[in-house]
């Protein structure tokens, strides 16, 4: 694995590019102002090179070159972890890793064999894996692995699930992930058979365009507010949201447009967060595969990105 280029600010977040045998694919640390480092440290992996998925606001499905291996996955952690933790000893009280940057990963069965190795790679007493996956039809398999590997190392609040979800109509969800994925009911099903007490609840997380159908009374039909937890975000300045014309239900700079629906959502009995990252984030670029898609289409050259990023 070659680190082409790196992006970002050490108190923010900090974007590596990479490559592999020709390959380009993204990797993020970062944090969450003012929460400090030794409190929670978020690294988040590339699965693949590009997506296969090609959801109508994400820029990791503009190519697609194969799924990322388990070494090269292991590599993205070490590189982060080795140069402020040499020892291996990661101390934050959460030390997420997240399989969520570019793929998508219940399609690539590596991320199970890097969730059972992690526990042995460090010591971390805070360490949480993430998996943010569109549900797929055809990754059973895996996601029934994933309850196990769960049960045996990380219960008790120690893994973290989430679902993009978008809509709660299932033809416009068909036209946001334009890939055959479980229906909310199947999600809902699935939800049953992974939670366990002590869990952390499961994340449904909508990207809202604005127009989009965010019904509550939906949302209680299929899903156990005491096991399900509404996240809403914006949906960020990727090329893809551009070319779409995509408009956000929530304005990144106020949360504005969504309080009416967060309440209404709120008085079903969910907890619901709205998610809005730091402004300075969309300016680094860490949104899903902006610039790697600017290495692969030959926008930048390792030469002009780092002049773009000295002038940044």
């Not at 970062?30 to 992996?45: A, C, G, M, N, T």
């Not at 070494?71 to 399989?99: E, G, L, N, W």
């Not at 978008?166 to 049953?192: F, M, N």
Request: hydrophobic share 35%.
């Amino acid at each position: 694995m070659e680190i082409v280029a790196k992006f970002g600010r050490d108190d923010l977040a900090i974007l590596y590019i990479a490559r592999e045998e020709g390959k380009f694919f993204e990797f993020v640390e970062s944090l969450q102002p003012p929460v400090p480092r030794d409190k929670k440290w978020v690294l988040i992996l590339s699965t693949m090179y590009g997506c296969p998925v090609k959801c109508s606001m994400c820029d990791a499905g503009t190519y697609y070159h194969g799924k990322i291996s388990y070494d090269v996955m292991c590599k993205q952690i070490d590189h982060m972890v080795s140069k402020r933790y040499p020892d291996r000893t990661v101390p934050a009280d959460k030390f997420k890793v997240q399989f969520a940057r570019m793929g998508e990963p219940a399609l690539n069965p590596a991320v199970l064999d890097v969730m059972r190795k992690l526990p042995d790679s460090y010591n971390a007493p805070g360490l949480m894996p993430c998996i943010s996956t569109i549900a797929p039809s055809n990754a059973n398999k895996f996601m029934d692995e994933m309850i196990e590997i769960k049960k045996e190392l990380y219960s008790n609040g120690h893994f973290q699930l989430q679902f993009s979800i978008h809509s709660t109509d299932e033809d416009v969800r068909k036209q946001v992930i334009p890939y055959k994925i479980w229906s909310l009911e199947e999600i809902a099903s699935y939800g049953e058979a992974f939670w366990q007490k002590g869990d952390r609840k499961i994340t449904l997380n909508f990207a809202a365009e604005k127009g989009n159908p965010l019904d509550p009374d939906k949302l209680l039909e299929v899903y156990d507010p005491k096991k399900f937890f509404i996240k809403i975000t914006p949906i960020n300045p990727t090329e893809k949201a551009k070319a779409h014309s995509l408009l956000s239900m929530i304005s990144p700079e106020t949360g504005e447009f969504a309080k009416q629906k967060i309440k209404a959502i709120e008085d079903k009995g969910f907890d619901v967060l709205l998610s809005i990252g730091e402004l300075e984030e969309n300016h680094i670029g860490s949104n899903c595969g902006q610039h790697a898609l600017k290495f692969e289409n030959g926008t930048f050259t390792i030469e002009e990105f780092q002049k773009y990023e000295e002038s940044c």
